[in-house]
């Protein structure tokens, strides 16, 4: 497929799954849009990723269902879900989001929020998934972004917002590093931007100024 065929244009429509899906209720949706879509054999919805948890159902989805045109990122609004270096005790955790986060979490959310991923690890299934083809998204920065008292949107209640803000510097991490994939596949984005444009613009045009990159020199 040639992504950039009709270069110059910005086509953005996008859905995302639920943030509270879970394999049962991943399971009867993919019943659903089975039927739906069972007669049409070219891309029609772009599905977006935006965690950890709805990655694998996206790339399932896209793999069985032509209709289905996958996309793959971390969204703002998880990114502090993710660690730029691998953590694996409490202390470390702890480290990680009292680092990232403006105010300090609290103990009631600092327990509420789960052990962070390892980015790289995550970036390489991107990597993998993004073979059978795809878009990076969705992306981008969030200055306005707080993380909910449960830890994340996700299948908890909603319990309402923390005072606590995901750090611009860890957020352009993030971001960039999707961004670097895009470049190295020469795939398309869909960046998402609240508040922070001109950090935004930085960050593309800092990647789009360094052509012919491997997708190991990304990091």
Partial sequence: ?????????????????????????????????????????????????TNHIDLHFIYQLALEIPAVFPSYG??????????????????EKRNHYHEIL???????????????IYLEDHTK????????????????????????NSGFMGPSENSG????RVSMDHQIKIFETFLWIA???????????????GKLLDSVQKIMKSPGLQSSELR
């Fill in 125 to 148: 299934t991107v990597e993998q998934y993004l073979e059978a083809g795809g878009a990076i998204g969705e992306i981008g920065l969030d200055k306005a972004f707080r993380v909910p």
């Fill in 74 to 91: 971390i969204h703002p609004w998880y990114s502090h879900l993710f660690s730029t270096v691998p953590v694996n005790t409490e202390e």
């Fill in 1 to 49: 497929m040639n992504y950039y065929s009709d270069s110059g244009r910005f086509h953005d429509g996008h859905c995302h799954l639920s943030p509270s899906i879970n394999a049962e209720t991943f399971e009867r949706f993919r019943d659903v849009i089975s039927h739906a879509f069972c007669h049409i054999d070219k891309p029609l919805v772009n599905l977006m990723s």
């Fill in 161 to 164: 917002l923390s005072p606590c």
């Fill in 102 to 116: 403006n105010p300090a979490p609290s103990e009631e959310l600092l327990a509420n929020l789960p052990m962070p």
């Fill in 183 to 197: 470049q190295a596949k020469n795939r398309p984005v869909s960046i998402h931007c609240v508040g922070c444009h």
